[in-house]
DNA sequence: GGCGTAAGCGGACTTTACCCCGTTTAACTG
DNA sequence: CAGTTAAACGGGGTAAAGTCCGCTTACGCC
C-alpha cells in the first residue's frame, strides 16, 4: 500500500486533477455519510458515486480509515485555529493550567459533535496509531506542561499519558453499544473529571 | 454476527464437543502465529489446519479479532492469579497505593510480553473498545482507587483514565511502524512514568 | 506548440472476513 | 433405549478492502 501523501514537507505539491479529485472525494464522502452512514460508506460506492475508479480512492486516502481521518482533519483544522490564535482560556495569553483544563474540555466536545466520524476512524490494522489518535493533542498538551513547573518529570511519556486519559474514556463511550445516558450528561462529567484530574496531576 | 459467549453467569455450559474444538482451535492458533506470524493467520487457515468449518471458527471467536484475544485472555488468567492471590506488592496485604504502581509495572511487563499477540487484537471494528483493553484491569484499579483516600471525585472515571493512561502508551509503542528505541529500555521508562503519575494523582 | 516523463487513473483481480442455512449430534427426559 | 430439541457443525456464498499494471494526462522544458 501507498503511504497517502501525509508528507508535506513534500518534494513536489500535487497535481491539479489530483487535488481536484480529493475534494471531490471528501465532499462525496460527506454526502454519503450523511445519507448513509459510516457502515454503508465503502470505498467501492464512493468510487463509484464519484464517477473515478477504486484505484483513485485508494491512493488519496491509503485505507478505509483514511477517508474518516481526513474528514476529522478537514474540522480539526478550525479547531486548532481556536487552540493556537483564539481567545483565552483556550488560546494563548492564558495561564497554561488553564490551557490544559480548557484544551481537554474543547477537545471532548469537538469529538463528541463529530462521534460518527471519530468512530469509523478508528482502524485497528498497521498504518496509524489506534490507541492516540492525533498527535497535533499530544503536541499541544506536551506544550502546555513544559511551560508549568513539574519538578522532575520526563513530560513526553506524561503527555502521551494525559492525551490517553483524555482520549480513552471517549472512545469507550463512543464504541460502547449501548449508551446508558445521555450525551451531554456525558460530556459534561468528562470535562468535569479532566479537570479534576489535570488538577491533581499538576498541583504543587 | 453471534455474541462469542462471553455472558459468563450463562444459563447453560458449554457443550463437551463444542469445548474441545475451542481449546483445539487455541492451540491450534498459538502454533500458526509462532511459525507464520500474525498476518497470516487467517480464519480459513486456521479452519482449515484444525480440521473444522469455518463457521465453527466464527462461532466460537465471533471475529478475528476474538481469536487474539481468547489467547491474550488465555494468558491473562495467569496474571490475574498474581493480582488476586499473589505475594505483595501485587497481591493483597500491601497498602492499596503499592499495589496499584506494582499493578501497572506488571501489566506493563505483561503486554510488553505478549506484544505480538497485543497488536493483533486491536481491531478497529465495532466488537471492542479500542482505547481501553481490558475490563478486568479497570475494575482492578477502580477496586484499589475505592481503597485510597482521594477526597471528593468521581472514582469510577477516574479509573477509566487511569487505564487508558496506562494503556494508551503501550498502543502507541505496539503500533508504530517504526521502534526508536529497545523494548526493554521502554518497558522501564513507562514504569517509571506510571509510578510517577499515579504517584501525582494520589498525593493528599 | 510539440515532447518526455512522472504522476495519476481505472477497473479487473485477489484475498479475506464474515453470513447463511441445511444437516448432524450432544445431552436431557421418560 | 427411543425421542426431542437446541446447540454445534460445515462449507459454499457474499461483499468489501486492498493490489496490479497497462493506459492516460498534466506540466515543465525547449
Known sequence: MKQPDVSWGAPRPERADAARNRQHLIATA???LAELGPDRLTMDALA???G?????????????????????????RAFQEQ????????????PPLDRLVAYGQARVRFLMEHQVIARAALD???????GSQSPLSHTHIRMLLGQIDLGP??????AIQL???LDGPLLLYLSAATLTQSPQRFEQQLSDSWQ?????????
Chains 1, 2 share one sequence.
Open 30 to 32: 460527506r454526502e454519503m
Open 48 to 50: 463509484e458515486r464519484s
Open 52 to 76: 473515478l475508479g477504486k484505484g483513485t480512492v485508494f491512493r488519496r486516502f491509503g485505507t478505509r480509515a483514511g477517508i474518516f481521518g481526513a474528514l476529522l482533519d478537514d474540522g480539526e
Open 83 to 94: 487552540v493556537l490564535c483564539g481567545p483565552p482560556p483556550l488560546g494563548p495569553s492564558a
Open 124 to 130: 485497528g490494522r498497521q498504518p496509524i496509531p489506534a
Open 153 to 158: 518529570a520526563d513530560l513526553d511519556l506524561l
Open 163 to 165: 492525551t490517553a486519559a
Open 196 to 204: 479534576d484530574l489535570v488538577r491533581r496531576v499538576c498541583r504543587p
